[in-house]
């Protein structure tokens, strides 16, 4: 079973200019994700797709190919991750006659996945199992949960905000809270054939959960995420060596 890898990384980043290339811990942001996903060793190929001369420049030396550039209309604020990865697999059907029966996504914000995460979600594809996708997720700590979410009325007022509740007849203890995941960017998987199936989406019908611990996620969008992703990422790397 072929699995393809596609890294989306457009430049033009509004809240943390240049994220993609910026240095991180000693090596360019995307490059960490192209060296885990290179190290994996279970994709066909690693395929970035980016509107960015810089970022190419930088994917390439990593080790990335970069076969075509993704054109800007697909690259703005509002374009989406289902717009890029279509292109790049029409792009290569069309221009390479190159097809797959499955892609991890990778998106370089979320650089504390590790090539046995990634390895682990392509076993999973390899199992064949019964559904369409895959997506990393975490468990959310119990003080954001669902359960315990307000919501404020113009009186300034709280209450839950699923259903109104005052705070009175909340769960409060954490350990009380039903267990839930939140999506937390490192890794998606989904089966090609989603992009075809009509519905201008990724995920197909039945999406598997793959849990990742807290410590592997996290994802950048603003300088704070920067920040903190530094620390988690020292963190990670003294600990694998």
Known sequence: MKILGIITARGGSKRLPGKNIKNLCGKPLLGWTIEVARKSDVLDRIILTTDDE?????????????PFMRPKKLAEDESTSYEAVKHAVDWLKENEKYEVDWIILFEPTAPGRTEDHVREVANLIKKDGDFDSIVSITKTPGHYSYQKQLKISTDSLVSRI????????????????????????ALYAFRTDNLYDGTNSLWGERTYGYKMDEKYSFDIDTPEDWTVAEVKMRILTSFDS
């Open 162 to 185: 699923t259903d109104g509740m005052p705070l009175s007849k909340l769960t409060h203890r954490n350990q009380d809270v039903t267990e839930s995941y939140y999506i937390n960017s």
């Open 54 to 66: 810089e970022i190419a420049e930088v994917g390439g030396r990593f080790g990335a190919e970069i």
